[in-house]
């Protein structure tokens, strides 16, 4: 949103403002005020005019402008009501030298997961992805993808739902019917070993789906804790995993704190071979320390899976 618009917003927030009192207030011409309300009406804002003024009265349910309102952190949100992959979006944008965008869907019809398996992303879901450009060396780039794990994590906490963390970077929920997935993260990027050109980290969460939307092995925020404000979710996602990027020695701790793979014997695939073992820690920048027959064994990449807690062995 442009910067004058969110300042008239803010404004309208805060209370009810006369045109003029506004034009004064932002230093602008009234026709520019009316112009932004206007704007901003047609964007699903609802601003009444009463005796004395402006007001705000609603926020659209969900979609750019909705997110930029009161979002504290610093992207441009560019939306789309259906796209075929928010990351092949993004990563075009990081191409073109973009910078702290997030492209946001309601739904994608062509999503990928790793190794360009499928991602089903029906309408009702929380699909984006961030281009970023930080000043990190690439072998650094992993911590990104763990921080965005902790923001999904504890703002799925918020919502009442007790999400875990699989290494590296699958957000699960523990059911009755064992571990469902509830969150995938695909981080792509470009650059030198010294300095990462562009990160593209692509956040999909299951929010308001059903069983029958997503795959069996799948849950959601509405299924484990009730229907959610998405607008919410994205903020607060953004908010923490922001927070967290700019002081990557957080990073490691909080990822700890919410994963359920340290104290589980796990089988990790590796392009080398499984290997089985106690999953003991999680290194920097994302490196999984299992204790196996053979010794320790350090992993920086593959697929975990959980076999069972080491205190019932
Ligand atoms: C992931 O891959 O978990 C990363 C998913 C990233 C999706 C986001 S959405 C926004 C952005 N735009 C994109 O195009 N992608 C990103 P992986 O670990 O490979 O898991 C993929 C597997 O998860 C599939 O093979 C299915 O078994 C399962 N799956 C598919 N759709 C799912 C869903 N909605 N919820 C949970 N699991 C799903």
Not at 10 to 30: K, M, N, Q, T, Y
Not at 284 to 301: C, E, H, M, N, Y
Request: with cysteine; charged share 25%.
């Amino acid at each position: 949103m442009n910067d004058t618009r969110a300042r008239v917003l803010a404004a309208l927030a805060d209370g009810s403002r006369s045109g003029p009192a506004l034009a004064d207030e932002l230093g602008i011409s009234r026709a520019a005020v009316w112009k932004h309300v206007e704007a901003l009406r047609e964007a699903g804002f609802e601003i009444e005019s009463d005796g004395e003024g402006y007001v705000l009265a609603s926020v659209p349910e969900y979609g750019g402008p909705a997110v930029e309102f009161g979002l504290d952190a610093p992207y441009n949100i560019e939306y789309h009501e259906s796209i075929d992959s928010t990351n092949s979006r993004a990563r075009e944008l990081a191409k073109e030298g973009a910078e702290n965008v997030v492209v946001l869907a309601d739904e994608q019809t062509g999503s990928r997961g790793r190794l360009n398996r499928d991602w089903q992303a029906p309408a009702g879901g929380v699909w984006m992805s961030l281009v970023l450009r930080p000043e990190l060396p690439t072998s650094h780039a992993p911590l990104l993808t763990l921080a965005a794990a902790v923001a999904v994590t504890k703002v799925a906490r918020e919502a009442g739902v007790e999400a875990v963390i699989k290494w590296p970077n699958d957000v699960l929920v523990s059911t009755a019917e064992g571990e469902k997935k509830l969150c995938g993260i695909l981080t792509e990027m470009a650059g030198e070993a010294d300095r990462v050109s562009w990160v593209v980290v692509g956040i999909g969460i299951n929010a308001n789906l059903d069983a029958d939307q997503i795959p069996e092995t799948a849950t959601s925020l509405q299924i484990e804790g009730g229907e959610v404000n998405r607008r919410i979710v994205v903020q607060r996602v953004l908010e923490e995993f922001t927070e967290l990027a700019a002081d990557t020695e957080a990073i490691l701790p909080a990822w700890r704190e919410y994963a359920l793979t340290l104290g589980q014997y796990v089988r990790v695939e590796t392009p080398n071979g499984d290997v089985l073992g106690e999953a003991v820690d999680v290194e920097f920048p994302g490196t999984l320390v299992l204790k196996t027959d053979d010794g320790t064994v350090r992993i920086s990449a593959g697929e975990c899976e959980h076999l069972r807690p080491v205190q019932s062995r």
